[in-house]
Structures are given as structure tokens and as C-alpha cells.
């Protein structure tokens, strides 16, 4: 097992491509959600193809049945692994599986954010292999070493403060999410509920042959092989990118002032992957400012042909801005009755 959720629980299938397949925990409807809403949003993301966020081939689906009777007695590895978390009879998903961020990320965040007596133990779990980040960009609550008694890489938690210590691409990562947003709302009419952005590594490898600018700013002989000093990690590199994923609770949403308030509705709830407006830092503007600017661009270009709608994508932005306002009042207000 690779992860799990509310939705299912993913497991590897390493074959001739790797494959991730979620089996449902319950069969109340969310994978066969997930199948269709995966399919229509990505068929979207490929029309408008300028967008930095990668989402995962979606293979197929496997009915209750045909899991149970069918499909598992093929892959007797996934029955047995799934044995142990769940009902075999379940609907089950296949599609790409993001493959995990490389070993000296996984490295270094473990040595800069993970509690100092189980740092090594850490190093040494399997489990960590399994890493996609999660950016939160909209929380500052990101949180170094600290008393814990349990770190996990899994669906690891990257808060933006902590990314700003990382020196990551920050209004990249926002510029990203603000199209894909827009494309999301506008071009698919989904509220994006509860979808998961993630870092992980490309499906593509590549050589880590140096570019033409860095060799010539090179003055003297230098090593310039991979890291690892070994000669076959040369053609095996992977560059990290930003996922999109889970569609299990995405809704349609209609083009109008309703559908805009389902959208703010869904964004306020999900995790905070997204900026928050009225931040107080300087990175947290800055953060914000590139995530409006990019969604309402990418919006205008995919509504300018309809005049009725034009207004709409700049509704989402101030909904957001109006739920940030009252929620800091909230807590404004319970600041004062302490």
C-alpha cells in the first residue's frame, strides 16, 4: 500500500508502466465519481494544454463484481496486499501512478523537519520511499523537529513557511494552481472540491547531461556526472512537478452566481492548497497576488466568448476574499472573549 483516504486506499502495481490502483473502502458511488469526473476534467486540462500541473492517465474502472471475481484472481499480489485494509468486493480504479519524489528530497526533508530521536529510524523506513508533498500554500503553520513520536513522507504536509525555507518557487507553484483552478471551474463547470494538488516526479526520465549555458559557465575541469557517481543514475533522472488528483467529491457546478458560491464553498473546505488573500507576510501577498492574477487570466481567455459569464470568475476571487474577512472576524472575536 501506497496511501490511503477517505475515498479508498492505493496500492502499487508495478508492471510494464506504473499503475496505481484505489480500491473504495465503501461502495457508496465516490470511485465511480472519481473515474468520471478524472476523465471529464482531464479532457479539459488536455484542450487548454498550457498548464504546468500534470494529471494521471486514467486507465479504467472495475465494478464490485468484477473486481471480486474477476479482476483480483489476475492480480493475485493486489488481492493479497489488499486483504489486509479492506472488502476485496469493491469497486477498484487504475490509472498512472505518480511516482514518488527522489531520494535526496526525501533526505533532506526528513533531516530538516523530522523530530531528531527518530530522524534515523525515519531514514531507514521503507514506508518514507512513498513520498508525494502536499503544498499548502495557504497555511503558515509548517512546523520544524518538534517531540513526536511518528514521521511519515507519505502525503507529507510542505506548509508554505516551510517552502520559503526551501527556497521553492512559491508564486510558481500558485501561478500553476490558479490555472488550474480556471481551467477547473470554467472550462470543466466543476467546483473542484476537494482535489489534491501534490509534488511527485515526472513519468519521463531524462539524462542529467548539463546544459549548454551551465557548461559554459564552467572555468575549470569539474565533476558534472550525477550525484550518485553512478553511471546509470546519468540517464535516470526525474524533475520534480506539480500533480493534480482525487476527483472523488467533485461536483457540476452551473454558470452562475450559485455555481460560484458552490465553488468558494468548496474551496473554503478543502485543505489549503490554495493561497489565502489578506495575508500579513510579504510572501503570503505575494502568493495570493500570482494566484488571482493567473486564474483570472486563464478564466477571461476561457469565458471571453460568452458575455453572461464574464463576471463570474471575478465573484470566485472576491467570494474567497469575503470568506478569509469573516473568518479572521471569527477569530478576532474568540480572540477577545479569552
Same mark, same amino acid.
Given at each position: 500500500?501506497?496511501?490511503?483516504?477517505?475515498?479508498?486506499?492505493?496500492?502499487?502495481?508495478?508492471?510494464?508502466?506504473?499503475?496505481?490502483?484505489?480500491?473504495?473502502?465503501?461502495?457508496?458511488?465516490?470511485?465511480?465519481?472519481?473515474?468520471?469526473?478524472?476523465?471529464? !476534467?482531464?479532457?479539459?486540462?488536455?484542450?487548454?494544454?498550457?498548464?504546468?500541473?500534470?494529471?494521471?492517465?486514467? /486507465?479504467?474502472?472495475?465494478?464490485?463484481?468484477?473486481?471480486?471475481?474477476?479482476?483480483?484472481?489476475?492480480?493475485?499480489?493486489?488481492?493479497?496486499?489488499?486483504?489486509?485494509?479492506?472488502?476485496?468486493?469493491?469497486?477498484? *480504479?487504475?490509472?498512472?501512478? $505518480? *511516482?514518488?519524489?527522489?531520494?535526496?528530497?526525501?533526505?533532506?526533508? !526528513?533531516?530538516? /523537519?523530522?523530530?531528531?530521536? $527518530?530522524?534515523?529510524?525515519? *531514514?531507514?523506513? #521503507?514506508?518514507?520511499?512513498?513520498?508525494?508533498?502536499?503544498? /499548502?500554500?495557504?497555511?503558515?503553520?509548517?512546523?520544524?523537529?518538534?517531540?513526536?513520536?511518528?514521521?511519515?513522507?507519505?502525503?507529507?504536509?510542505?506548509?508554505?513557511?516551510?517552502?520559503? #525555507?526551501?527556497?521553492?518557487?512559491?508564486?510558481?507553484?500558485?501561478?500553476?494552481?490558479?490555472?488550474?483552478? &480556471? !481551467?477547473?471551474?470554467?472550462?470543466?463547470?466543476? #467546483?473542484?472540491?476537494?482535489?489534491?494538488?501534490?509534488?511527485?516526479?515526472?513519468?519521463?526520465?531524462?539524462? &542529467?547531461?548539463?546544459?549548454?549555458?551551465?557548461?559554459?559557465?564552467?572555468?575549470?575541469?569539474?565533476?558534472?556526472?550525477?550525484?550518485?557517481?553512478?553511471?546509470?543514475?546519468?540517464?535516470?533522472?526525474?524533475?520534480?512537478?506539480?500533480?493534480?488528483?482525487?476527483?472523488?467529491?467533485?461536483?457540476? $457546478?452551473?454558470?452562475?452566481?450559485?455555481?460560484?458560491?458552490?465553488?468558494?464553498?468548496?474551496?473554503?473546505? %478543502?485543505?489549503? /492548497?490554495?493561497?489565502?488573500?489578506?495575508?500579513?507576510?510579504?510572501?503570503?501577498?505575494?502568493?495570493?497576488?500570482?494566484?488571482?492574477?493567473?486564474?483570472?487570466?486563464?478564466?477571461?481567455?476561457?469565458?471571453?466568448?460568452?458575455?453572461?459569464?464574464?463576471?463570474?470568475?471575478?465573484?470566485? !476571487?472576491?467570494?474567497?476574499?469575503? &470568506?478569509?474577512?469573516?473568518?479572521?472576524?471569527?477569530?478576532?472575536?474568540? %480572540? #477577545?472573549?479569552?
Amino acid at each position: 500500500m501506497i496511501g490511503a483516504g477517505a475515498c479508498g486506499a492505493v496500492f502499487a502495481q508495478d508492471e510494464e508502466k506504473p499503475l496505481a490502483a484505489k480500491l473504495a473502502k465503501t461502495n457508496n458511488g465516490q470511485l465511480w465519481n472519481d473515474y468520471k469526473m478524472h476523465n471529464h !476534467i482531464k479532457a479539459q486540462f488536455d484542450n487548454h494544454g498550457s498548464t504546468k500541473i500534470r494529471i494521471p492517465e486514467v /486507465y479504467y474502472f472495475v465494478p464490485p463484481d468484477e473486481a471480486y471475481t474477476r479482476y483480483l484472481s489476475h492480480h493475485p499480489e493486489l488481492a493479497d496486499a489488499a486483504s489486509k485494509v479492506c472488502n476485496l468486493a469493491t469497486s477498484i *480504479l487504475v490509472s498512472e501512478r $505518480i *511516482l514518488p519524489l527522489p531520494e535526496r528530497a526525501r533526505t533532506l526533508l !526528513i533531516k530538516k /523537519y523530522c523530530p531528531p530521536h $527518530i530522524k534515523e529510524a525515519a *531514514l531507514r523506513d #521503507d514506508a518514507n520511499r512513498d513520498c508525494l508533498v502536499r503544498p /499548502y500554500l495557504g497555511s503558515m503553520q509548517g512546523k520544524t523537529g518538534g517531540e513526536g513520536r511518528f514521521f511519515s513522507l507519505r502525503n507529507f504536509e510542505l506548509h508554505l513557511n516551510q517552502m520559503v #525555507d526551501l527556497q521553492l518557487d512559491v508564486e510558481a507553484m500558485a501561478s500553476s494552481m490558479g490555472v488550474a483552478m &480556471a !481551467i477547473m471551474h470554467w472550462a470543466a463547470w466543476t #467546483d473542484a472540491r476537494d482535489v489534491e494538488f501534490v509534488l511527485g516526479s515526472s513519468a519521463e526520465e531524462t539524462s &542529467a547531461r548539463r546544459s549548454t549555458k551551465e557548461v559554459a559557465r564552467l572555468q575549470n575541469p569539474v565533476y558534472t556526472g550525477p550525484a550518485s557517481h553512478n553511471k546509470d543514475d546519468f540517464f535516470r533522472q526525474r524533475t520534480t512537478e506539480m500533480w493534480l488528483l482525487d476527483f472523488n467529491q467533485v461536483q457540476s $457546478i452551473t454558470m452562475d452566481e450559485g455555481g460560484v458560491a458552490k465553488a468558494v464553498e468548496a474551496a473554503r473546505v %478543502s485543505d489549503p /492548497y490554495l493561497p489565502r488573500p489578506l495575508g500579513e507576510t510579504p510572501v503570503e501577498k505575494q502568493v495570493w497576488n500570482a494566484f488571482e492574477k493567473t486564474y483570472l487570466t486563464a478564466a477571461d481567455a476561457i469565458v471571453k466568448g460568452s458575455p453572461y459569464r464574464v463576471h463570474l470568475p471575478g465573484l470566485f !476571487i472576491r467570494g474567497l476574499v469575503e &470568506a478569509e474577512e469573516q473568518r479572521k472576524t471569527r477569530a478576532q472575536r474568540a %480572540s #477577545d472573549e479569552v
